[in-house]
């Protein structure tokens, strides 16, 4: 029984490995919803659904790192873009806003129901693609950009809607009902 088992639980493993494999590759990430994740402890194999609502995570899914892509995702899901103008490997309040807030479960669930996510990043120890350095510098001069983090929020034209000022002792719940005054008006 505990070989039948164990090859079943293999068996499954593989072909659930191969699907989000495939899927990875070549399909959109909406499509990882209602993948199942099959756990195995010792003798044991339980699933665990793990169901991605697509009104809670659909543009959640990725931070854009393309303007173009996440005004096309804005377009398609109706929703404004927030914009983060940061120095990842450098800037130590972007960095704090990215872990206490941005990477919160809170920010997560209400990002994904609410907003298209773009990152635009000026490190200063990586080298970012020359595409990506050439629109982040236009995006900074176009929106006037002098300090990191800047949080924007723009519309799916792309005018700017407001910006949330990030504070040291911010939490989730205060970052989003900044962003939630600035979207009612």
């Given at each position: 029984?505990?070989?039948?088992?164990?090859?079943?639980?293999?068996?499954?493993?593989?072909?659930?490995?191969?699907?989000?494999?495939?899927?990875?590759?070549?399909?959109?990430?909406?499509?990882?919803?209602?993948?199942?994740v099959?756990?195995?402890?010792?003798?044991?194999?339980?699933?665990?659904?793990e169901?991605?609502?697509?009104?809670?995570?659909?543009?959640?899914?990725?931070?854009?790192?393309?303007?173009?892509?996440?005004?096309?995702?804005?377009?398609?899901?109706?929703?404004?873009?927030?914009?983060?103008?940061?120095?990842?490997?450098?800037?130590?309040?972007?960095?704090?806003?990215?872990?206490?807030?941005?990477?919160?479960?809170?920010?997560?669930?209400?990002?994904?129901?609410n907003?298209?996510?773009?990152?635009?990043?000026?490190?200063?120890?990586?080298?970012?693609?020359?595409?990506?350095?050439?629109?982040?510098?236009?995006?900074?001069?176009?929106?006037?950009?002098?300090?990191?983090?800047?949080?924007?929020?723009?519309?799916?034209?792309?005018?700017?809607?407001?910006?949330?000022?990030?504070?040291?002792?911010?939490?989730?719940?205060?970052?989003?009902?900044?962003?939630?005054?600035?979207?009612?008006?």
């Amino acid at each position: 029984m505990t070989n039948k088992l164990g090859a079943a639980a293999s068996q499954v493993f593989w072909a659930v490995l191969l699907s989000a494999l495939t899927c990875l590759a070549g399909c959109s990430s909406a499509s990882l919803r209602s993948l199942s994740v099959w756990k195995s402890s010792g003798d044991k194999v339980a699933t665990i659904e793990e169901t991605i609502s697509d009104s809670e995570y659909s543009s959640l899914t990725i931070w854009h790192d393309s303007y173009d892509e996440a005004q096309l995702s804005a377009a398609d899901f109706g929703k404004p873009i927030l914009a983060g103008f940061t120095g990842s490997d450098w800037c130590a309040p972007c960095k704090r806003l990215k872990r206490e807030i941005l990477d919160s479960d809170e920010f997560i669930k209400w990002a994904g129901g609410n907003v298209v996510l773009l990152e635009l990043d000026y490190p200063k120890h990586t080298k970012p693609a020359a595409q990506i350095k050439k629109q982040n510098e236009a995006l900074k001069q176009r929106f006037q950009i002098s300090k990191y983090p800047t949080i924007l929020l723009i519309d799916q034209d792309g005018e700017r809607l407001g910006e949330i000022e990030y504070e040291k002792d911010e939490t989730p719940a205060t970052f989003i009902e900044k962003a939630k005054s600035i979207l009612q008006n």
